[in-house]
Each structure stands twice: as C-alpha cells, then as structure tokens.
C-alpha cells in the first residue's frame, strides 16, 4: 500500500471522529475547547503510535485465542504510561482531561486500528497507520473543540475575541452533539 | 504466516509474558515520575495556599488537622508564617451540596478570622453557570474578602444572608457559602482549642487572665452561634 495515502487517509477519507464514529466518549466529552481537543488527541495519538507499533512487532508470536487480552494489556499499559508522564510533566492539562486520560484504554479506535490493521500488517505500515490515525484523530477533536469554545465562550485556544458570555449550550454537552453532527455533515459533502 | 496454535500452554505463557513485561515498564515509569508528580503536587498546593494568604511563596507552611466541635469533619488547615510573623491560615474546606456534587474549596484568614481571599479547589459545576465560583471565570468570590463571617452572613440572600448569589446557579453558591461557613467553624474551634491550650501552659499565678481568656473564647463562640 502507498505509504502516503496510508498516512492521509485517517484526516478525511477515513477519520475516525467523522467518517468512522469511533471513539465518541472522549470527543464529546473533552472539547470544550480546543486546546483541550488538541491534548486528548495528542494522548491519543502516542498510545495508537506505540500500541499499533508493539503489537504489529509480536503479531506473529501471540495466540489467536488470546490476542484480545494482550492486546488490552499492552494499550492500558501505555496509556498507564502517559497518563503518569502528563501528571508528572503538564499537571494543568492533565487536571483539565482529568478522567478521560484513563478510557483511552477502551477507546475503540486504539483497539480497532490493533485488531483491524496491525495485526495484519508490517510494523512500518502498522506505525505509519496508528500516526495516520492519531493525527486525524487530533485533528477532529481540535476543529471541533475550536467551533465549541468559538461559540461556546467567544474565544479560540484560550485567546477571548469578544468579552461576554458565549452561547452556554455549546460549552455543554448538548453542543458536543449538535457541533459533531454539523461537522459530520460538512465533512460527508466534502467527500461526496 | 506462522502464527502459534492456542494451546493451553502458549496462551497461558503468551499472556503471562505479555503482563509480566507490562508490569516491569509500568513500574520504571511510576517510579520515574514519582518524584516529578510530587513536586507538580506540592507547587499547585503552594499556588493555591498563595492565592487566599498572599505571601505564602515566600514564607513557610505549616500543615495540621482540626476537629470540629462535633467531631465529625476533619479539616486541613496551613499556618502561613513569614519570618516569624504569622501571615494567616489557609483552611482547605469543602461541601456536598454543589450542584454536581463535591467542591472543594481553599480559603484563607487572618488571626481574627477576617477573609483575606477564596478560591475553588475543584469542583465540577456547570460551565458557564456554577463555575462562576472559580477566580479564573469571574470575580464573584471576590465580595468575601475583608469581610468577617461573625458579621457577615454566609448565606445567600434569598435565604436571609449577605452573599450575593450567582444568577442560575444559586445551589453552586449555596454550596460555597456552607463550604466557607464550615471553614469559619473550624476555624473558631481552632481558635478555641489553642486559646486554652495557652490556658494551660500559662502559671498559677496568672489566674486572673486565666478567666479573661475564658470569657474570650466564650464570646468567640456566641459570635460563632449567631450567625
């Protein structure tokens, strides 16, 4: 496969926020704004990066019975991994994406790009695969986490454009759906 | 591809290697980051302790447990002294009653029970609405500084008090006022307990200012009762 097009397809073509609708838990729960989007999907994208990496390396080693429970252990065990390094390093930022850090473990983007693409494929591919996706992934949850604080709170990446009281449903959750389902649509049309 | 049959015994020793080795890197990098979560832990409560007893930074905290007068809660206070002057407590409180649930919330006094300032620790109220507790997000706590509760009512208006509330989001205030009530409680406990902790250092001889203390810390307490 063209490594290029392996890379880009996570942003458009098969993103997983807006194509495949996988890993919605974090996406609406964590951008109310965009710098926050932009860590989680940060997070996100080094556990993909290095999940899909291990477990393309010892694919061939691992009992078809038991391949979902290694898989899981080694996810949580880099998610363990940067969660403890963002406590340690960006404690503001951890405080802030606080619960959500843990459940990247059962994000089911991690775990379907292991099952459905790394399991299958060389560890360079797997890699490129697990950024690929990651960055895309990043990429949906800073847009819409940007469109939530802009109207949320009439500011970008923390930076207030207008001195009042945004619209309140946007901070909250209900904002989260009607954003995404905006942003779905667009993107859909843009596809098309 | 010459993937390795289930068997028992290579499931069984896959899975062992896999959580083994798991376990060997979760453990370097716990104790990597011990030292740095610490330090991250220390900083944000010397931030916070700053913020209600300005000059806490510079100065030394000391840290102690207070009982209130019934028992029941635990409160932890910090006595902030700069070169031996006492600069005030900061007194980390909290209540049950926010509208999502648990806030916690860190406020300072001075010697007389006076706020010097407030701040939310943590908290999970709406954003936009209760949140509006929090420095970062307006200035509504800031009506609390200089005032003491003996005189100043912690309640919100609507239920008799002084506090301005927060428009829609009167449960948040609410929350926050019993949080800092429960504070100025401890705090007169505290008061108390080491009034008559003085009492009993003190000499014989000096009975006199032994009854003068007493009749103090009592009018401590009916201040504390009235409100």
Known sequence: MNQWKNFTKGFIKENPVFILLLGLCPTLGVTTSAINGLGMGLATTFVLLMSNTVISLIKNVIPNKVRIPSFIVIIASFVTIVDLVMAAYVPALHAQLGLFIPLIVVNCIVLGRAEAFASKNTVLSSMIDGLGMGLGFAFALTILGAVRELLGSYAIFGYKLINTDGMLVFVLAPGAFIGLAYLVAIVRRINK | ???????????????????????????????????????AKAQKLKNAINIVVPGADKGEVEEFKVLSPDGREELTFYKVTHNGELKGYAVNTYSNNGFSGHIS???GFDENGVIIDNNVLEHAETPGLGDKTSKDVSDWNSQFIGKNPAEFKLNVKKDGGDVDAITAATISSRAYCDALDRAYRGFVAFKESSDSKLVEVSDDNTLIEDNNTEVDSTSNENIGGTK
């Open chain 2, 1 to 39: 591809m010459a993937k390795k049959d289930s068997t028992f015994l290579n499931m069984t020793l896959t899975l062992l290697i896999v959580t083994a080795l798991s376990a060997v890197a979760l453990g370097f990098v716990y104790n990597s980051t011990k030292g740095p979560i610490k330090d």
């Open chain 2, 105 to 107: 919330v860190m406020v």
